[in-house]
């Protein structure tokens, strides 16, 4: 399945710049500038954090992508720089620690989480100074999320946070085609980091001195590829 939507991702990206071309050939695409838009989006996430590779060691990597959606509303000042407030609502899945139990063993839970970014949006076609079809963007932001609904992961000592408000920081890519009445789609490729708690676990310093090698790493990170429809208005 993961297969197949990273195909559809590329084929989609493919379609939109050779229609690019296409229409640029033809007359020039409307500006941007100055408009407001609405975006809805969604894909699947792979969630990396303490212990994700535990679930690989269980034969169970897959379970590590889950599926978000997102609502984004934004402004284009010009052609080249613009800016999105997005919220996103989906499902994630961690791991307690198996390094240091008796038995080792594999304790798998899931949680949900609500988050909001503001991203700066840079369009790499403004620099040409026309507005075109086709729109490759850069973008980067800010924001936090609340992670909640933690299941139990029935560890014999580790205990999960539940209920958790954590920063975050993201950067990613855009891929837009839009068309004449302000309709799009689009392709979003990010990734997306927190501060530790966003999964519910916070490794100490006596967890990394007592295993060497054990994830010490101090973000929870996700990676998301989502596809959209935006109106430009």
């Given at each position: ?31 941007h ?5 609405i975006?809805?989006?969604?894909g ?14 269980n ?22 720089f613009g ?24 304790y ?29 963007k850069l ?7 609340h ?16 209920k ?23 392709a ?16 100490t310093e ?12 101090p973000?929870?990170?996700r990676?998301?590829?989502?596809l ?6």
């Amino acid at each position: 399945m993961m297969k197949q939507f990273i195909c559809i991702v590329c084929a989609l990206c493919l379609g939109a710049t050779v229609m690019s071309a296409q229409e640029e050939e033809r007359q020039q695409a409307p500006s941007h500038a100055g408009r407001f838009f609405i975006a809805l989006q969604g894909g699947p996430a792979l969630n990396i954090y303490e212990n994700a590779f535990s679930y690989g060691d269980n034969g169970r990597t897959m379970d590590l992508l889950t599926l978000q959606g997102a609502l984004a509303v934004g402004y284009d000042f010009s052609e080249v720089f613009g800016l999105r407030l997005q919220g996103a609502f989906g499902k994630d899945a961690g791991a307690c620690n198996v390094r240091e139990t008796a038995g080792g063993g594999f304790y798998p839970y899931i949680f949900r989480h609500v988050n909001v970014f503001a991203d700066a949006v840079l369009n790499l076609a403004g620099f040409r100074g026309r507005s075109t079809a086709f729109r490759p963007k850069l973008y980067a932001g800010l924001g936090g999320a609340h992670t909640f609904g933690f299941t139990d992961p029935s560890h014999p000592w580790q205990k999960v946070v539940n209920k958790n408000t954590v920063f975050g920081f993201r950067g990613g890519f855009i891929a837009e085609y839009t068309f004449k009445p302000g309709i799009g789609i689009y392709a979003d490729l990010c990734g997306e980091a927190y501060t530790d708690m966003y999964n519910g676990l916070e490794p100490t310093e006596e967890d990394k001195r007592r295993f060497e090698g054990y994830p010490g790493f101090p973000l929870d990170l996700r990676g998301i590829i989502s596809l959209g429809v935006v109106y430009h208005f």
